[in-house]
């Protein structure tokens, strides 16, 4: 289809192979090419949860290879306190092309294995103690590296335009502690524009890359998940020792004539 064709519903008409190839467009096709040319990782949704010991994946859109896979349900998933590093991975099997349809086989699993694999998109991980209790909400933007019976984000995949990129959550807490600091210099101004500005999307990492590499005076150059927030903490460290207290800047702006 080239152009706009809409097919009627209305009663009287005759549904066609035409009116079908037309709901096809708009419900599929459409929402491939809104994400062409994305990395592989989470588009939006994919929240987790947890609730006596089962940990339950939301509903959500997921880029793999091009393919845009849908979670129309709830996952539940069980897990133990086993003290080790558990992670959360979609798994992915081939497309496959059939007479009635094109397919995409996906579940979900929780597996020791924390290197990346080239069939799977990790959305999280943990590593629980006996007796302890799984915690998905942080305090503050450090907490998300806690190594104890914390839900762990940094390692996340998310679909990014040309490459995953970091979990938006965490952009989202870097920008939330920021207030209340004094944020005047050009490049963080920018940078977190950009985050308020996501709309619960992801931010391309090159963007995010670069802001790090200016910001701490590095040359700009591809960063791990890891050395993304390793380098977003020390940037957040740098904003709040530039900290000018309320009381100063009313003190330096008052006026005195003699």
């Given at each position: 289809?080239i ?9 009287g ?11 096809k467009?708009?419900?599929?096709d459409?929402?491939?090419l ?13 929240e987790?949860?947890i609730t006596?010991?089962?940990?339950t ?6 880029s793999y ?6 979670i129309t ?16 991975k979609?798994i ?25 694999e ?6 999280a991980?943990?590593?629980l103690?006996?007796?302890a ?21 940094i390692?996340?995949e998310?679909a990014?335009y ?22 005047t ?11 308020w500005n996501m709309k ?25 998940n890891r ?12 904003i709040?020792?530039g900290k ?13 004539i003699?």
């Open positions: 289809m152009g706009l064709k809409i097919p009627v519903f209305e009663k008409n005759i549904l066609t192979q035409e009116m079908l190839d037309s709901m467009a708009y419900a599929v459409a929402i491939q809104s994400y062409e040319g994305y990395g592989n990782g989470i588009i939006n949704g994919c987790i949860t006596d010991h089962i940990l994946i939301h509903k959500g859109l997921v290879k091009g393919n845009i896979c849908f349900e709830n996952i539940n998933l069980q897990y133990q306190p086993t003290d080790t590093w558990n992670v959360v979609l992915f099997g081939e497309l496959s092309k059939e007479l009635m349809f094109t397919t995409m086989e996906m579940y979900a699993e929780i597996s020791e294995r924390t290197e990346q080239a069939s799977a998109i990790e959305i991980r943990f590593r103690q006996k007796g209790v799984l915690r998905t909400q942080h305090r503050n933007f450090q907490d998300y590296e806690t190594a104890y019976d914390t839900l762990n984000m390692e996340a998310y990014g040309r490459e995953s990129t970091i979990c938006p959550q965490l952009l989202y807490q870097f920008a939330e502690e920021t207030n209340g600091f004094d944020v210099n050009g490049a963080d101004m920018a940078f977190l524009l950009q985050i619960g999307q992801s931010l391309n990492r090159k963007v995010i890359e670069t802001y790090i590499a200016v910001r701490l005076g590095r040359p700009v150059s591809h960063l791990t050395e993304i927030y390793e380098g977003l903490v020390e940037v957040l460290k740098k709040k020792q000018v207290e309320p009381e100063v800047r009313r003190r330096s702006s008052r006026m005195i003699d």
